[in-house]
T-cell receptor, first 117, second 111 residues
């Protein structure tokens, strides 16, 4: 089945530094990938839609200059959390439609747990 | 009104029990429907797609009621390992960003 790989699985960084998270589709091409954030005991929150070869679409309230998204190829999207602060500590997850169709299920990466100290 | 609504639970059931979750959606034009399972501190994993005629996978049965705009998930003979949060996901349209998530229903199966 479709596999989405995310790296790193966890990261601890100091306040003010930037962190890059990679999301790869391993056995299929994904022109679109999605980035979510999830705080403890809360539901997934869509942050942005990453589009290959064009600008990402951000959800309301998500700062595009803080959460930089690059989708340079059909199998890789990156999310960079710039100038991270403790309130950015969260579980970040990416996903893509495995079958190439928007009606096919979403497959999720294994998530990245970010802790900003 | 939220686009996709789920009873947050928690549902606490004994092993062997049958438990059912419902999920309502607001957009009657929604195209496809899914149930995901999310374990604590892990990513969601696809449990099953929900088809118009209803579908079954072992102990799990999913139903779709388009007239009343809800989907359901039935778990029979609950196992301890079924303890997780179950997410309802609805694709409202044909665009890539039309997926809508329920907040999840927490299930705990106890011995």
């Amino acid at each position: 089945g479709a596999v989405v790989s995310q790296h790193p699985s966890w990261v601890i960084c100091k306040s003010g530094t930037s962190v890059k998270i990679e999301c790869r589709s391993l056995d299929f091409q994904a022109t679109t990938m999605f980035w979510y954030r999830q705080f403890p005991k809360q539901s997934l929150m869509l942050m942005a839609t990453s589009n290959e070869g064009s600008k990402a679409t951000y959800e309301q309230g998500v700062e595009k200059d803080k959460f930089l998204i690059n989708h340079a190829s059909l199998t890789l999207s990156t999310l960079t959390v710039t100038s991270a602060h403790p309130e950015d500590s969260s579980f970040y997850i990416c996903s893509a439609h495995g079958g190439g169709s928007t009606n096919s299920p979403l497959h999720f990466g294994n998530g990245t747990r970010l802790t900003v100290t | 009104r939220k686009e996709v609504e789920q009873d947050p639970g928690p549902f606490n059931v004994p092993e062997g029990a049958t438990v059912a979750f419902n999920c309502t959606y607001s957009n009657s034009a929604s195209q496809s429907f899914f149930w995901y399972r999310q374990d604590c501190r892990k990513e969601p994993k696809l449990l099953m797609s929900v088809y118009s005629s209803g579908n079954e996978d072992g102990r799990f049965t999913a139903q779709l009621n388009r007239a009343s705009q809800y989907i359901s998930l039935l778990i029979r003979d609950s196992k301890l390992s079924d303890s997780a949060t179950y997410l309802c996901v609805v694709n409202e349209g044909y665009n890539n960003n039309d997926m809508r998530f329920g907040a999840g229903t927490r299930l705990t199966v106890k011995p």
